[in-house]
DNA sequence: TTGTAAGCGTTATCAG
DNA sequence: CTGATAACGCTTACAA
């Protein structure tokens, strides 16, 4: 239990355990604390020291133990695990691609490391959640993920709370800060471009809306257009965000109508949809876009942009948004949710 | 430095802090290592006991502190963090996405935790490397990505090794274990297919090519090729598998040439890129796939079934690489590289 | 079946 | 500027 030279000096640097700060105050002939001091970039250590100590740790290999670090620091108020978990449902959406490089690169200049976190389904989001606790992350995010409000519950029994995000999705619970593009304005632009684009006949074609953490957008567009037009338009909605089922949704709910009982532009809740109306549209139906239907998603992904479909869609800052999920992990006092303004994006499918 | 009760009680319940295994063995009425026994499967614990605390556990939403377990059970031999770190460094293609999926799944139903990181750039991946050391994961795993070889030198230095595993891709370099498909056996599968569809002037466009640790697939298919026609095809490649910069190569290097002069079959590298070339034909060059050109792909992206591609593409069983890599983690013993067979699904543009 | 002692590798805090 | 003491929350070993 002293600082003494072990009774087996090698002992620590036998195979299958890592070379200690220990290690590394006896072959730089200081103390353990100098060594902790030389590696962190406040301490008040002299060059001289310091420069012996970074010698003797690269000769050894010695690289600093996290867990002890966080579990030894524990006790401060401030004390930061500096890793948060990411809670991700839906690899279908190809935006989730896009999401995760920006969240990524973001983190990681920022100083944090991420465990990675696959909710198989949604019952498994709160047990998820608690595993992640587990390893004592300081937040946790939820990307564009379904969950119910009562995993909050779950997680709120716990003494410390870590911060609870919801990245690209908004949520009115207690607790939760919300980092999103504003839902209401981007759909009310969607709507007006509709609108001035002389469309008569929208049809809306949303994804699956089961819990309260939902996109608002179906609900937005609808209540513009009764309001605007008089008339609420058609809808459908499918139970993931995926390609292939929009194709076949539209297909199935379009085929052998009479052109004037077709719609004249279909917005979708997000560009995975879009993509799959599209080619239902061409390949399905046999008919062109926009000259026929026209087509318009959300989110921007890079296939969007593509000679094949070149779709006009809504983006989101994402680089913006990450930047503000930083500046909210980095901060002492609670962080208020923020909404923010995308552009729409013209292209050539409406 | 006792087990005692501390002189305040409530301190370690206070705001900030979890509850510990002392706090809930306090509630309980039974000392802390009844707590860690009641908290493992194999542990001999009367039913009464266990219950008795797990019902303490709950009230006071005690959740253990994995960072503190492995520090402790860190000089056992055995010892694992149940925590690999997995790099990443390409998110233009859609196939990482699949792959993520398969790996987050598998990994986390083997109880295994992820630590996600964006290797910025290829020197990145020492750095990161190392990072995750910081955290003592039991293996890193690099999905798909592009490094050089010396990065093995800067992790070999230290004391313990965690496992390097490449997925998705070959490697020869000692003390790498690599879960990939085999993709001379693929690429000959492919060349036949090219050969038996009576396809005479193929044209094989192929990705980065800039470490030791890449697909071997433009190599085996030329030699294939040269030995049986007697010529090699024409080839180029691309600095990133991005579907737009390979839309924009195949129209710049095949636009304008008389019909004679045109392949008559892209072989592609992957997806990513046999998507752009789909695109570049149709769009660029307003030709048809297949009756002009075809194009063959390799990965087995979602939209490769979708209605508007209709790629003919090569699988690769993601499923069963995903469960070997469990067993790899798993294993006490060292273990070997695999390669698996794929099967090459034939739809509609080759 | 349960409790005790010792220690994992680090940091907060204070003494020199 | 540097060193020492006492934790952090848990587990391994062993004793009761």
């Known amino acids: 239990m002293s600082n003494d030279v072990p009774t087996t000096p090698e002992a620590s640097t036998a195979y299958g ?68 978990a990411l809670l991700i449902d839906d690899f279908a959406n190809p935006h989730k691609l896009v999401m995760l490089e920006h969240l990524t ?32 992350v300081d937040a946790t995010i939820l990307i564009g993920i379904q969950f119910s409000d009562e995993i909050l519950d779950q997680v709120h029994q716990g003494g410390r709370q ?6 690209a999705r908004t949520s009115q619970v207690e607790g939760v800060i919300s980092i999103a593009v504003d839902d209401q304005a981007a759909t009310r632009c969607i709507a007006e471009y509709v609108t001035r684009k002389g469309f008569r006949r929208p049809f809306y074609l949303a994804g699956p809306r089961t819990f309260s953490a939902h996109l608002l957008r179906k609900e937005t567009f609808m209540e513009y257009w009764g309001q605007t037009h008089g008339h609420t338009p058609e809808t459908a909605w499918i139970g993931a965000y995926d390609s292939q ?17 077709l719609p004249d532009v279909i917005v979708c809740e997000n560009d995975a949809l ?30 969007a942009a593509g000679a094949n479909y070149r779709l006009t869609t809504y983006r989101q800052p994402l680089a913006e948004m990450a930047a503000y999920l930083v500046e909210v992990l980095e901060a002492q006092e609670p962080m208020q949710s923020r909404m923010f303004l995308g552009e729409l994006v013209a292209r050539e499918t409406a």
Chains 1, 2 share one sequence.
Do not use: C
């Not at 870590?162 to 990245?167: A, D, E, N």
């Not at 089922?245 to 009982?261: D, F, P, Q, V, Y």
């Open 105 to 136: 690169r973001a983190l990681r200049q920022g100083g944090w490391d991420i465990l990675l976190v696959n909710t198989l389904d949604t019952d498994d989001t709160a047990p998820a959640l608690r595993h992640a606790s587990q390893r004592r």
């Open 162 to 167: 870590p911060k609870l995000i919801v990245f």
């Open 274 to 303: 879009a993509l799959g109306a599209i080619d239902a549209i061409r390949h399905d139906l046999k008919l062109r876009v926009p000259e026929d239907i026209a087509v318009i998603g959300f989110d921007d992904v890079p296939q």
């Open 245 to 261: 089922k929009a194709e076949s949704l539209i297909r199935e709910s379009l085929r052998g109508r009479a052109a004037e009982a």
């Open 17 to 84: 355990s890592y070379v200690t700060a220990d290690d590394v105050a006896r072959a730089a002939g200081v103390s353990r604390w100098t060594v902790n001091r030389a590696f962190r970039k406040d301490a008040s250590i002299s060059a001289k020291a310091r420069e012996k100590v970074m010698q003797a740790a690269a000769d050894l290999g010695y690289i600093p133990d996290l867990r002890a670090a966080g579990l030894a620091s524990a006790r401060s108020v401030s004390a930061r695990s500096n890793l948060v």
